[in-house]
């Protein structure tokens, strides 16, 4: 049963998307062009600084490198909105309503509306970048695996062996994660941004947290996808496709679970 109605839900995303592929595709390069030209004029800035393959920089240097990351970083954040924007042209599709490229810069149009959504963007991804930061026991296991390696060399293998591990377990905690304090609250603010941030957060946390099982099924049918988003062209397909096929998921479990607040 679980699994036709995954199916269903795949294949009315895929009914929404007719026509509307150009334009979410289209969205998201409006929002990595600005990113990825600020990650090219940090790098561009730290490589005329002198910083790069320096192993021991000079307190000027120190102090640029936190300069020009300080200031990469505010521009990642103020870029945020531009992710909200394409969320709510999924959230629109869905529901069968017309929206165009230019609505990527929605948050964009009203003061009031760009600062709640930066601050629930900030509180959103805050949390979900410390907690996953603080449950990556790859991490924690590479650091130390160095100087494990330098006094036992015969533990190699097992070390090898050891990280693999680490490294799936890491990942899927980072899904988890992102499933909780991410995910659901970034839709839900797509179909509704008219309301209190304590909607969003924390109330999409515990929403999450009932409708896991349905949400890990969502993301395991995408795996294959996500592979291939290692190759440009076939993430031009795969991204908008799993983005709508969320929406759609997200609001028939709104509905059933009787959140008509938010989808109004």
């Known amino acids: 049963m679980l699994m036709n109605t995954e199916r269903t839900v795949r294949k009315q995303a895929k009914k929404a998307l007719e026509g509307n592929w150009s334009l979410i595709i289209s969205q998201i390069m409006a929002a990595l062009?600005?990113?990825l030209t600020g990650l090219f004029a940090f790098s561009l800035a730290m490589s005329a600084a002198g910083i790069y393959d320096t192993?021991?920089?000079n307190q000027l240097q120190r102090i640029l490198t936190?300069?020009?990351g300080g200031a990469f970083f505010i521009v990642a954040v103020v870029?945020?909105?531009l992710v909200n924007g394409?969320?709510?042209s999924v959230c629109n599709i869905v529901r069968g309503r017309e929206c165009n490229s230019l609505d990527v810069f929605y948050y964009y149009k009203k003061p009031k509306r760009f600062f709640k959504t930066l601050?629930?963007?900030v509180i959103s991804i805050g949390l979900f970048l410390i907690v996953s930061?603080?449950?990556n026991v790859f991490n924690y296991l590479n650091a130390v695996s160095g100087e494990i390696l330098n006094n036992s060399p015969s533990l190699g293998v097992f070390m090898t062996i050891l990280l693999v591990l680490a490294w799936i377990v890491s990942a899927v905690v980072t899904v988890v994660c992102y499933i909780i304090f991410v995910h659901y609250t970034l839709l839900a603010y797509g179909f509704n941004e008219n309301l209190p941030i304590g909607v969003y957060l924390p109330r999409m946390m515990a929403?999450?947290?009932?409708n896991f099982i349905p949400t890990i099924k969502l993301f395991v049918g995408f795996i294959g996808w996500a592979a291939l988003c290692f190759f440009v062209v076939p993430a031009f397909y795969a991204v908008p496709y799993f983005l709508t096929t969320s929406a759609m998921s997200a609001k028939w479990l709104f509905e059933l679970e009787g959140s008509r607040d938010i989808i109004c």
């Open 33 to 35: 062009l600005p990113l």
């Open 119 to 121: 601050i629930l963007d």
């Open 66 to 68: 936190m300069i020009f």
């Open 133 to 135: 930061g603080l449950l």
């Open 55 to 57: 192993k021991n920089p």
């Open 207 to 210: 929403f999450s947290i009932k």
């Open 79 to 81: 870029l945020l909105p």
């Open 86 to 88: 394409i969320y709510r």
